[in-house]
């Protein structure tokens, strides 16, 4: 049986989008094959790459990808994961099924260096168990 596939959308492809791909890959690898992108990419934020790290998942070798990248490939899941995308981004040519959740946006995240892992961390979790609820099962 063929993976399906996922396209994760977020504004700029360098945090939230990159960690739910990593739990995707790394977590449901077997059935599920994930790829994400942004409206407007930017580099992958460093203070990800660390929280992903620190659970085992390495996503230090992921790059920012533009949506632009992906026209004229089908997925059977659009998962956008702020609601800029989500306004942006509310057809993707290629869709299958459509779902929407939106999360903090990291780079809001303020303090110390502490204080920004923290609150990475939290938003990491958030994500890590919305995935376990909706693509657990499916």
């Known amino acids: 049986m063929a993976k399906k596939k996922i396209l994760v959308i977020c504004q700029h492809n360098s945090a939230r989008s990159q960690m739910a791909e990593g739990f995707l890959n790394s977590s449901y690898g077997h059935r599920f094959e994930a790829t994400s992108a942004g409206i407007e990419p930017f580099s992958v934020n460093p203070y990800a790459i660390r929280v992903m790290s620190e659970i085992g998942i390495d996503i230090s070798n992921h790059r920012s990808k533009s949506i632009r990248e992906f026209l004229g490939t089908n997925f059977d899941y659009v998962v ?37 892992i923290v609150c990475f961390r939290s938003i990491r979790d958030e994500i890590k168990k919305w995935i376990e609820e909706t693509f657990g099962k499916r």
């Open 80 to 116: 956008t994961l702020c609601d800029e995308a989500k306004e942006m981004c509310p057809f993707f040519p290629g869709g299958g099924e459509y779902i929407h959740k939106s999360f903090q946006d990291p780079e809001t995240c303020q303090g110390s260096d502490e204080d920004k």
